[in-house]
């Protein structure tokens, strides 16, 4: 079983570039989910989608940009990448919300230089 | 805002102990709750899910929820060295029905 797959593992940006950071699943979730984990820190929220075509705010989405066209894929867009978004992002799927447990992928490593 | 904190760490316990980590949240509507471990460099991963008051055994596991007290425990009995990881305490429901995420505790299991 494949879960929640991410791509790249790893990636090193120079400021002001873009990327995607790819995210699918085959569980059949509706829900996915971004996050960042910071050193020491939770993980904190940066967009989720409840289905496709349907896509909101977390608490951190300044910079980033998502769009759900299928109930698999989940890509996350940095359009200016900055200091400030370097990170480990993860995805994560569920098939509800709330009392469903969701299911993460390895995670991306990126590095902001 | 929903918060979740977890007691601080590090908890370093010798093998074979038990190893308590806390979690207390500030939603009271809250109404689902789960931990997650996280090995260095690696992903969450899914241990225990709780949902109603009292506790909840797998293995050498036990999640305990207290909801009056807004309180939620993990007990790892006979721990190894293995269990050497983050825990993450995570909650949702009531006001914001997003899993919120404590910042976690590192857990030392010493040979």
């Known amino acids: 079983n494949a879960g929640v797959t991410q791509t790249p593992k790893f990636r090193i940006l120079k400021i002001g570039q873009s990327m995607t950071l790819q995210c699918t699943q085959d569980?059949?979730?509706?829900?996915m989910y971004w996050y960042r984990q910071d050193p020491g820190m939770g993980l904190k929220l940066i967009y989720y989608s409840v289905g496709a075509g349907i896509t909101d705010k977390g608490e951190v989405p300044n910079g980033y940009n998502v769009s759900r066209s299928t109930t698999e894929d989940f890509p996350l867009r940095l359009e200016l990448a900055a200091p400030s978004q370097t990170s480990v992002y993860f995805c994560?799927?569920?098939?509800?919300?709330?009392?469903?447990?969701?299911?993460f992928g390895d995670g991306t490593r990126l590095s902001i230089l | 805002q929903k918060e979740v904190e977890q007691n601080s760490g590090p908890l370093s316990v010798p093998e074979g102990a038990i190893a308590s980590l806390n979690c207390t949240y500030s939603d009271r509507g809250s109404q689902s709750f789960f931990w997650y471990r996280q090995y260095s460099g690696k992903s969450p991963e899914l241990i225990m899910s709780?949902?109603?008051?009292g506790d909840k055994e797998d293995g050498r596991f036990t999640a305990q929820l207290n909801k009056a007290s807004q309180y939620v425990s993990l007990l790892i009995r006979d721990s190894q060295p293995s269990d050497s990881a983050t825990y993450l305490c995570a909650v949702s429901g009531g006001s914001n029905y997003k899993l919120t995420f404590g910042k976690g505790t590192l857990l030392t299991v010493n040979p």
């Open positions: 994560a799927s569920s098939y509800s919300h709330s009392n469903q447990p969701q299911h």
């Open positions: 569980m059949n979730h509706n829900y």
């Open positions: 709780i949902y109603s008051n």
